[in-house]
């Protein structure tokens, strides 16, 4: 059951190796010379592309996971229990990246665990995102683990934790309503330095809601991509029900995103932002809510009701691009938006590189594990147990 | 009954992890700071951009020298901001009537922004009114950076692995120790454009200058209200704050004020999320069932439907074949009557004959 029986040298695996190279090049940088030599950051933009990205984005494209979980074990749809597993990995792995990439940014990444177990400083919401993705990558491993214990044949270990699935479920979703609206919560302490249109004391619900279609999105951008090297790891039950999973996650993401656009215009009307629509950051704002939130919910729906899969596939890659837009322009587009130009902020080329070789890091352990686990097929001894 | 103890358990180290000190920060209880707090009132009607203050506090805190020395006054052409290896800066704008000069360094919050967002409790607003911070428990996320609305920390971005955050600590250390009696900045004035002494003093000087010299000050001490109040204090002459760079829109609400109502929300989500969610599979799991059953019932009704038709269907055949029988039997018994009538008409006969052929022979 493996795909290692062909030549290692797939221009994939070159590139792959070139990016790793670049990536541990940069990691002896940023711990031997710090991060004033690596990154663009500054002492008035101390986040940038590695919190904007790496975490807001990678937080917000995991949240399949929940998404996905939640459909089939909570809301008893169970016709898409074969996208669970897929969804669960890529949400381990985002979420296993996120903390990766964490310790390239702070200062002191030994001391990561401070905050939880030395002295929480339990008033910020940082404590709580850091609790919860800490929370949440543990409950992500256990939820994935049935998958490795299959591949491993530890039978006896797997049916246990396999009997946990409803309560990581739960706890699951809570973790992610959690985390995922405080990540948007960090910047209500911001009301001075993000642009009017983008703050709000909505933040966390905007967050959370826009990541429901950026879970359901990615779930069906990845089953897209993943459909044809790993086409024969499918089996049968997962082919036949890969479509209607589009289907039935095109129809999610359409009403999630027609919600999140109206969160997005109660945002503004609550503290009566519309005269900023006329400057040139509400055509930027108009340019994300119109050409990434209405637009996509309304393809969703035309794809879903005619059934065309093809343009659903192209709607979800709109969707996932239109939540990092969002993402990047809460962090660092229309952050600091009041400073000239000459001190605002741009990436540097090594940041933008870092973040890829966190993506390939990602993108190389999901090869291997899709490769080898029961991940798009049951396993045979496991048939019709769930 | 495992499960459910699995989950109460669940539910509350959840509550315990995210409530925390938290119900305190949201509260109906207002700060008004500690009452013998000390601050700083900086007139900038008496500043004159000598940057002395700047040599004093890189004296007194130890800071590294400086690329160009203090008494460089060409530094002041371009506007700067305090970094981490210099505390407070002076800086020059261009006034209605002249130069004009402004000091930045912490301004020391009442509900500082740094101090609310760090998330392992690294900074510390002290009773004397300074916030200082504590490097041995810092992580470097640079949150208080991001969350200071006065652009204050500074980071070495050119330490890899022990960064510190570094910012003005209104010389807390050393008056706490008896080195100096007041910050280095204010020492080293030669103006008297720095005072430094009780925060709710300060106010009264203040109010007292501009009574004392009409026209001469803005009616604004800058830092009384703003973003819950600092114990840093500005005065400004009659071009105003924003002249003097400092900004105009920043609120009166502290940080924790402001993010006091999402953080009020998050034990909710832990609280109603596990029985909303619960609540969702057990009906799912009830609607299942109950499906299930109705389908069971229905495939009962229709056996048992089947069966009676078969019944009595066979029934009827048991009838007809009863009655078949019956009129065999009859039939048979009938010809057998008939059989025995026509042999014994037959008998007759033969014997009348017999008779009649006696008779005809006597």
């Not at chain 1, 903390?99 to 939880?116: E, K, N």
């Not at chain 1, 008033?123 to 995102?129: A, F, M, P």
């Not at chain 1, 090594?350 to 029961?374: A, D, K």
């Not at chain 2, 070495?156 to 050393?174: A, G, I, N, S, W």
């Amino acid at each position: 059951m493996t795909t290692e029986n062909k030549s290692l040298m797939t221009p994939v695996n070159i590139i792959t190796g070139i990016i790793l190279a670049i990536g541990l090049v940069i990691t002896v940088l940023r711990f031997t010379k710090g991060l004033g030599t690596v990154t663009n950051l500054d002492q008035n933009n101390p986040w940038g592309v590695w919190i904007g990205f790496d975490l807001l984005c990678g937080v917000a494209l995991a949240a399949g996971g929940y998404t996905t979980s939640s459909a089939c074990y909570l809301f008893g749809m169970k016709k898409y229990h074969s996208a669970v597993r897929p969804a669960i990995l890529t949400a381990f792995l985002g979420y296993a990246l996120v903390v990766f990439a964490l310790h390239f940014d702070v200062g002191r990444p030994y001391r990561l665990v401070y905050p939880i177990f030395l002295q929480p400083g339990t008033t910020s919401l940082l404590y709580e995102v850091g609790l919860c993705v800490f929370l949440y990558v543990t409950v992500l491993a256990i939820e994935f683990s049935p998958a490795a214990l299959e591949w491993l044949g530890m039978k006896k270990l797997r049916n246990t934790v396999h009997k946990l699935t409803l309560a990581l479920t739960i706890f699951g979703v809570v973790l992610s309503t959690l985390h995922q609206s405080s990540l948007g919560a960090l910047y209500i302490a911001v009301p001075s330095k993000l642009h009017p249109l983008w703050y709000s004391p909505y933040l966390a619900v905007l967050f959370f809601v826009s990541s429901i279609p950026a879970g359901l999105s990615m779930v069906i951008f990845e089953g897209t991509l993943a459909h044809k090297p790993w086409h024969h790891m499918m089996d049968k039950t997962h082919l036949d029900e890969h479509e209607g999973v589009i289907l039935g996650f095109a129809r999610g993401a359409s009403i999630a995103l027609a919600a999140y656009f109206c969160v997005k215009l109660v945002a503004v009307a609550y503290d009566n932002n519309w005269h900023y629509l006329a400057t040139g950051w509400g055509a930027w704002w108009l340019v994300e809510v119109l050409g990434f939130v209405a637009l996509p919910s309304l393809l969703y729906a035309i794809g879903s009701r005619e059934k065309n899969i093809k343009l659903i596939k192209w709607t979800a890659a709109l969707t996932v691009v239109g939540i990092i837009l969002n993402r990047f322009n809460v962090s660092m587009v229309a952050f600091n938006w009041q400073l000239p130009a000459d001190q605002r902020y741009f990436p540097s080329l090594m940041e933008i590189m870092l973040s890829i070789f966190v993506v390939t890091v990602g993108v190389t352990v999901y090869r291997f594990i899709v490769s080898r686990m029961p991940i798009f097929f049951e396993h045979p001894e496991y048939k019709d147990a769930h | 009954m495992k499960r459910r103890q699995f989950l109460g358990l669940l539910g509350a180290a959840g509550i315990t992890a995210t409530l925390g000190t938290t119900a305190q920060a949201a509260g109906g209880k207002s700060f008004d700071g500690y009452p013998d707090a000390k601050g700083v009132l900086f007139d900038a009607t008496r500043c004159i951009g000598c940057r002395k203050c700047e040599a004093g506090c890189n004296k007194v805190n130890k800071l590294p020298a400086p690329p160009k020395p203090f008494e460089d006054l060409a530094v002041l052409e371009k506007e700067r901001r305090t970094d981490e290896k210099t505390y407070t800066v002076v800086n020059k704008y261009q006034g209605k009537s002249g130069p004009l000069f402004r000091k930045i360094q912490c301004n020391h919050c009442m509900e500082p922004a740094c101090a609310s967002v760090c998330f392992v409790r690294a900074f510390t607003k002290n009773p004397d009114g300074s916030v200082t911070y504590d490097a041995d428990v810092c992580v470097g996320c640079r949150y208080c950076m991001v969350a200071c609305p006065f652009n204050v920390p500074a980071y070495e971005y050119d330490d890899p692995l022990t960064p510190r955050v570094m910012k003005c600590t209104m010389c807390h250390d050393q008056i706490q120790k008896g080195e100096i009696n007041a910050p280095g900045c204010v020492i080293s004035c030669p103006k008297e454009a720095l005072t430094y002494g009780k925060r709710d003093d300060l106010i009264e000087i203040a109010r007292e200058r501009m009574k004392k010299n009409p026209g001469r000050y803005v009616k604004h001490i800058y830092g009384e209200k703003e973003m819950g109040g600092t114990n840093w204090l500005y005065m400004a002459g009659t071009d105003g704050f924003s002249a003097l760079g400092m900004r105009e829109d920043l609120g009166t609400k502290s940080v924790p004020e402001i993010s006091a109502g999402p953080l009020s929300v998050v034990p909710m989500v832990a609280a109603l999320w596990p029985a909303l969610l619960g609540g969702v599979w057990a009906m799912n799991k009830r609607k299942e069932k109950v499906a299930e059953e109705e389908q069971k019932a229905a495939v009962k009704a229709a056996k048992a439907a089947t069966k009676a038709e078969g019944e009595a269907k066979l029934a009827k055949a048991m009838e007809s074949a009863e009655r078949d029988k019956v009129q065999a039997v009859e039939r048979e018994v009938k010809r057998a009557l008939e059989e025995a009538e026509a042999a014994r008409k037959e008998a007759e006969a033969a014997k009348t004959e017999t008779a009649d052929k006696d008779g005809e022979g006597a």
